[in-house]
């Protein structure tokens, strides 16, 4: 599935990401998402959170 592109100045970007405690099934999907939106609008890479 293909994901909305979130770009600044988006409030969700200043949200503080939770720390992942279980890499289960609906992570892996939500993961393999995010790689197939990078594909599909021509992405180079996928970034995380620097804090």
Known sequence: MILEILT???????????????????LHKF???MYETMIAKNGIGLAAIQT
């Open 8 to 26: 600044y100045p988006n409030k969700k970007l200043f949200v503080k990401s939770l720390e992942v405690k279980v890499f289960g099934d609906e």
């Open 31 to 33: 993961l393999d998402d």
